[in-house]
């Protein structure tokens, strides 16, 4: 009897202490990052009058941004299609049941090594060795595909049905023939819903690339925005938004179709046929207008080598100084998600259909979080640095806005997703709306809401490693001025630690997934 | 058309197989009956060599099974059908694709091989694909893709399948158990018209005993591992089923109603 009382207070006391804990940290981290609510009050009139100074657009250089579209467009195509080729037989090599021993671990482990360097960071070192322009892009975006791709691959084939496979052996087949006839058929279409995913991932961050030299729209962006040419920075603005939600939308129906094995049937014949001849077309015309300079790629090789042997061995003694900078990036990404949870739960339920029952406000809600999700977190960092001034904070405000058109999603949907069963019961006691939602919404949906929480802190701390290349804090701004400085051994330093972050940080995400869902 | 002599399997110390002998002639359809785990799956995945046995021999037509040499093994298996209980087809596939997989084994050498283990099949195995889609009664389906069908449309695709290999013999495992008993009487109603008209041996393992009694001449009943009754299904005598499912004496009537 008095054991279970006090397995009961145990119990409390832990509930508890993680609650402290968990208000502890998030209090911290706002103090690392500087989050401040008076920076935050004062910068408003000045943000307000920043949009205002941005109107009307400014496209007279319309030459000049379709040129760069078309380049960023074409960064994309180019970096999904390379990633594609290696991840293909490195997808096969890094999946348990069709690959062993030792050769299973060294491409897993490259593929995790290569996804875990943001895309940024690699066009950063890639521009020292290769010059500037888009072929740095491609590269950088092929290699984060390689490491994102060949792990999809690697789970649609080790999740492939066994019984099929057995059939197919069991007609007297050929080795090859099992695997085109009983393998390939279930992979496929998962491969080209990841492909297309990828390519829509690529292209969002093309438009940012340019930011460090790399190409794309984003040189054109950061200049404007340098000048304080806020009229003409508006009309990038726009085109960026422009291609990235066009091509989301032509993917995702894609994707839907090829997922449903719906794809180029009958009733998606004309409207399929006409996705694919705009992939297409898209796919020749930036074929046609990529200017990759062979010659800076043949001397970038040797290059490349320098840099890297410039590397070693790598500087530790700033150590303590990266260190403490990696906690204020790591607290950027806790704040930035600690402020996206907190907007995208009325925001998630504004836009859950079943919850609200007027098409006007669910809608405008989902178009605000598309918009949001549309905005690549380093664009929005340029806008916030502006307007609340160099530092961390805006880097937790662009984490937070861009983090919010994620969660906002993710939440509507677990929220449409729920059981309706219990929702009515609890209406018919006549419970108000928000009864309704205490007792019978949530209980359903937390769970689910924590483990994309945790996919999103784990994704934020990554861009915070980033924000600093704009000026937004964290360590990303002492990499860029290691690099300028050619002060290789101190960069490589800085890489390791932000590897190791990263890796750390997915560990411990994926382990907590574990235990919350 | 096949021969199996006193085989024996091991699995993680138990004695699956025991020394099972049994003899199945050309033409002939034997229903193989025994209680869950007793090595009905076993012994049929020995005959088309997915378990190796651990001593004792298998023959099917003429050949031994060489479980050593996997070229020799495939060959054995071009002559064998099998249907799965799941039905094992390639889900994202549609019917004809999975039907015309059965070709594979087939089509071994030269262009054949190449063009099938890409994906082109010739138009005469695509007719013939195409014909048997008919003859198992979904020809209107050859085009959809199989997670939209339901179960018996696709252990019929499943049969088409096993048919496009031009099969001498027939394996069955628990063809019908995941069917409703109408689509259940129809699937086997198809297997045993293939044994009549085609001449096709076949060798099903079921679980409804009064399916068994109905529709079947002859009944092989395992029992850890061994055969502890081969005959014709009228001398199944309640004492046999009482002996083989170890049922109370006094309720065999009963129990023979709820083994089904
Ligand atoms: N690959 C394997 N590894 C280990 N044990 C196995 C394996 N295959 C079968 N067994 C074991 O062998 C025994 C007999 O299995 P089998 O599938 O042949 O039985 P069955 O007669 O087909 O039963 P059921 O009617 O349930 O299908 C079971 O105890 C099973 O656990
Ligand atoms: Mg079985």
Redesign the pocket.
């Given at each position: 009897m008095s054991g279970s009382l006090i397995a009961i207070y145990a119990r409390r006391v832990k509930v508890f202490l993680l609650w402290s804990l968990f208000i502890i940290i998030i209090l911290l981290s706002f103090r690392v990052s500087n989050v401040d609510i008076k920076t935050l009050v004062e910068g408003f009139p000045y943000a307000v009058f920043l949009i205002g100074e941005m109107f009307p657009p400014d496209f007279s250089r319309w030459e000049k941004i379709l040129l760069l579209s078309i380049e960023t467009i074409a960064m994309g195509f180019w970096g999904t299609i390379l990633g594609m080729i290696i991840s293909f037989p490195l997808g096969f090599l890094s999946a348990k049941n069709t690959s062993g021993g030792i050769l299973y671990y060294i491409s897993k482990g490259l593929a995790s090594f290569l996804r875990s360097i943001p895309e940024i960071v690699y066009a950063l070192v890639l521009v020292i060795s290769f010059g500037f322009g888009a072929h740095v892009g491609v590269l950088a975006l092929s290699l984060s595909t390689i490491g994102l791709l060949s792990k999809f691959y690697a789970e649609a084939i080790e999740s492939i049905d066994k019984n099929p496979v057995e059939a197919i052996q069991a007609t007297g087949s050929h080795g090859l023939g099992v695997i085109r006839h009983a393998v390939l058929p279930q992979v496929f279409p998962l491969f080209m819903a990841y492909n297309l995913y990828q390519l829509d991932r690529n292209i969002r961050y093309a438009t940012v690339l340019g930011l460090v030299g790399a190409g794309g729209l984003g040189v054109e962006l950061f200049t404007q925005m340098r000048s304080f040419d806020y009229q003409q920075a508006a009309a990038v603005i726009i085109v960026i938004f422009a291609i990235i939600t066009i091509i989301d939308r032509v993917s995702a129906r894609l994707r839907k179709d090829i997922i449903d094995g719906k794809f180029m049937n009958k009733e998606n014949k004309y409207k399929d046929s006409l996705l694919m001849l705009i992939v297409s077309v898209i796919a020749i015309l930036s074929l046609y207008f990529m200017p990759v300079d062979f010659k800076q790629m043949a001397y970038g090789i040797p290059r490349t080598w320098e840099f890297l042997k410039g590397m070693f061995p790598p500087d530790f003694s700033g150590i303590a100084v990266y260190l403490k900078l990696m906690l204020e990036t790591v607290a950027m990404g806790i704040s930035g998600t600690f402020l996206a949870v907190a907007i995208s739960i009325p925001i998630g339920m504004l836009s859950a259909r079943n919850v609200i029952h007027a098409p006007l406000v669910y809608n405008i809600m989902k178009e605000i979080t598309n918009f949001l999700r549309a905005m690549p977190e380093l664009m929005l960092a340029l806008i916030f640095v502006v307007a609340v001034g160099l530092g961390p904070f805006a880097g937790v405000l662009a984490i937070a806005l861009s983090s919010v058109g994620f969660l906002g999603k993710f939440y509507a949907e677990a929220i449409e997703n729920v059981d309706p069963k219990p929702i009515e019961a609890v209406e018919a006691t006549g419970a108000r709306f928000t009864q309704r939602i205490l007792h019978a919404v949530f209980p359903q949906v937390i769970p689910l809401f924590n483990s994309y929480n945790l996919f999103l802190l784990d994704k934020s701390i990554r861009e915070a490693t980033v924000m600093g290349i704009v000026g937004a804090g964290g360590i990303g701004f002492n990499l860029v001025m290691s690099m300028r400085a050619f002060d290789y051994q101190e960069t490589a330093t800085l890489i390791l630690i932000i590897l190791s972050t990263i890796m750390l940080v997915d560990w411990l995400s994926s382990y907590l997934r574990k235990k919350v869902v | 058309m096949v021969k199996i002599e006193n085989i024996k399997k091991r699995f993680s110390g138990r004695d699956v197989l025991d020394g099972a002998d049994m003899l199945v002639r050309k033409g002939e359809a034997v229903a193989l009956i025994g209680p869950s785990g007793s090595g009905?799956?076993t012994l049929i995945r020995a005959i088309n060599g997915f378990v190796v046995p651990d001593s004792g021999k298998v023959i099917v037509g003429d050949k031994e099974i060489n479980y050593k040499n996997k070229e020799s093994l495939r060959q054995t298996r071009k002559k064998i059908g099998m249907i799965y209980q799941l039905f094992n087809l390639v889900e994202r596939a549609s019917a004809l694709e999975n039907v015309m997989a059965g070709a594979l084994g087939r089509l071994d050498n030269g262009v054949n091989l190449i063009s099938s283990t890409i994906g082109l099949f010739h138009k005469k195995e695509r007719d013939n694909a195409m014909e048997l889609l008919k003859f198992v009664g979904i020809e209107d389906k050859a085009f959809e893709r199989v997670d939209r069908l339901s179960g018996g449309q696709k252990q019929r695709v499943a049969v088409a399948r096993a048919l496009m290999q031009d099969p001498e013999l027939l394996l069955a495992?628990?063809p019908i158990a995941n069917l409703d008993p109408k689509t259940s009487r129809k699937i086997l109603d198809l297997l045993l018209r293939i044994n009549m008209e085609k001449g096709i041996t076949m060798i099903c393992?079921l679980h409804h005993l009064d399916t068994v009694t109905d529709n079947f001449n002859r009944v092989v009943a395992l029992k850890n591992g061994s055969i502890c009754f081969d005959g014709e299904t009228h001398n199944l005598t309640h004492n046999h089923i009482h002996d083989i499912y170890e049922f109370e004496e006094e309720n065999v009537e009963e129990t023979r109603c709820l083994a089904a």
């Open positions: - | 009905k799956t495992d628990e393992v």
